[in-house]
């Protein structure tokens, strides 16, 4: 691993970008997106040394990359962005994470916030209710081995043509919520039988849901086109793969050892075990990963249905009334091949992303046609207590970035630290105060994911917005939390 002390090697090339230079054993150049701001925070954390190991790796093109949220992670930073040539690069669990395609979905509705005023907190007690939280949590749905590799391979399709859901929720999800290439029998026996009973799941962590009121538009044109409007409830969910999804990437991480030393791969550290994109392992490996990515998509739609059965009882409306569309789904864990220009030449590339998300320009075949003239929506949430963005993807991303962007706020504080110096029932108390109705299944959880834990999501995203890597479109203010 490359030692890089103080003072931080990091070199500012304008007022949003940060190259870090090529060293010994580098192939590229990193480059990390962030205000001057933010860069003491990320020299300290050490993340820029793990932008410098990814680009060590074989077939790198183009640049290694870090978004503004950038933080320590399981080999790739967390934040991370790297592309790959199919012939000569490679493939690595560490690239995409353990929460195989953790992301988040935005649902819009008809409502303001004076019609459910009063309904705030049934809703957040009955949605509790319904989708199970927590640690280990387990749903409503029991599936056999069989029915668990229908999910695996069909994803949120699979969801739909159970009754959880529309066709409609298909076009607004990345993919159409199944990656092409998933192979359930790639999946191991731990793996399956991790994910038989946690459909429908919130999970633990930094997951949630959320009922929001938009507080601020910035571009009337895109919010219009994503049916947003000032002072509308949207509903946000934020969660991923579960058990199996982490089941898949352990497996993973420990087959690939031996392939990393098959192909005779040096590594700057021994978390980015990797193999060979078109290699059996490499292959292997994105099949089995790729089908983690439809169960999440599975389960964010049947949350979905849970969330809309819910506000049809509390309300006593029906659900034509309330709305509740979903305006899309992304992911922000994820590894896809993908059409980019290189050196002026369309080639197929190999790109992962770890804690960012995609955010193509207007235009793009692979966005739903009611958004070609405006962009992908790029869903970013905050923290209990601090507002969500909605954003467009832009050109200049696809040209910079491999059409990818920030995902979220970012840690800057440790679990454990964090909970030295937070305490759960204080901060129920101080949300409640600011009117956000809190709920979660452990106070011990409400001090891990505590705001100060976290960037200042108002920044990250605003080094986006400025690096013009993704554009402002709505931004959202938290009414009801329940975190996993």
């Known amino acids: 691993m490359e030692n890089f002390n103080a003072p931080c090697p990091l070199k500012k090339l304008d007022d949003w970008r940060w190259e870090l ?86 649902l819009r509705t008809n409502l303001k916030k004076a019609n459910i005023e009063n309904k705030i907190q049934k809703l957040i007690d009955n949605m509790f209710y319904n989708i199970p939280s927590g640690v280990g949590s387990t749903g409503k749905i029991a ?7 229908q999910v695996l391979n069909e994803g949120a399709k699979w969801a739909v043509k159970k009754g959880y859901g529309t066709p409609e929720d298909l076009k607004h999800t990345e993919e159409e919520g199944c990656l092409s290439g998933a192979n359930a029998d790639k999946v191991s026996s731990r793996a399956l039988e991790r994910g038989h009973e946690q459909l429908g799941t919130l999970g633990a962590g930094n997951h949630f849901l959320e009922i929001q009121e938009v507080e601020q538009i910035f571009d009337e044109t895109a919010a219009n086109a994503f049916g947003l409007f000032l002072g509308q409830i949207t509903v946000m969910i934020h969660t991923g793969s579960r058990g199996l999804g982490y089941q898949v990437c352990d497996d993973s991480i420990r087959n690939l050892q031996t392939a990393t030393q098959k192909y005779a791969i040096r590594l700057p550290d021994r978390q980015l075990v990797c193999a060979p994109v078109e290699s059996t392992e490499g292959k292997d490996y994105f099949s089995a990963m790729a089908a983690a990515a439809n169960y999440a998509w599975a389960n964010r739609q049947i949350i979905t249905h849970w969330v809309r059965q819910t506000f049809t009882e509390v309300l006593g409306k029906k659900q034509t009334e309330i709305g509740l569309e979903l305006v899309y789904d992304v992911a922000h864990n994820i590894g896809k091949f993908e059409q980019h220009l290189h050196n002026g030449k369309p080639q197929k590339l190999f790109v992962h992303r770890k804690g960012a998300t995609r955010a193509f320009p207007a235009g793009q075949a692979s966005i739903p046609e009611d958004y070609k003239t405006v962009g992908q929506p790029v869903i970013v949430p905050g923290t209990m207590g601090t507002a969500s963005y909605i954003l467009a993807g832009t050109q200049k991303a696809m040209y910079e970035t491999w059409g990818s962007t920030c995902h979220g706020a ?56 400025q690096a013009g890597i993704s554009k402002k479109v709505a931004k959202m203010r938290p009414l009801g939390v329940i975190k996993g």
């Open 143 to 149: 599936l056999k081995k069989e029915e668990v590799k």
């Open 410 to 465: 970012g840690r800057v504080m440790s679990r454990t630290e964090s909970l030295r110096n937070v305490r759960g029932r204080q901060l129920v108390e101080e949300l409640g105060k600011k009117g956000i109705i809190l709920k979660a299944e452990s106070y011990k959880t409400l001090a891990e994911e505590a705001p100060q834990a976290y960037k200042d999501v108002n920044l990250v995203v605003e080094v986006c917005h």
């Open 21 to 106: 230079p090529r060293q010994t054993g580098m192939n590229t150049e990193g480059l990390v997106f962030a205000s001057e701001k933010m860069i003491s925070a990320i020299c300290g954390d050490k993340a820029h040394q793990q932008v410098a190991n990814v680009a060590h790796l074989p077939g790198i093109v183009g640049k290694s990359l870090a978004m503004p949220d950038i933080h320590w992670g399981y080999g790739f930073p967390i934040g991370g962005v790297a592309a790959f040539d199919l012939t000569s690069g490679v493939i690595s669990p560490g690239g995409i994470g353990y929460d195989i395609c953790c992301g988040i979905r935005l």
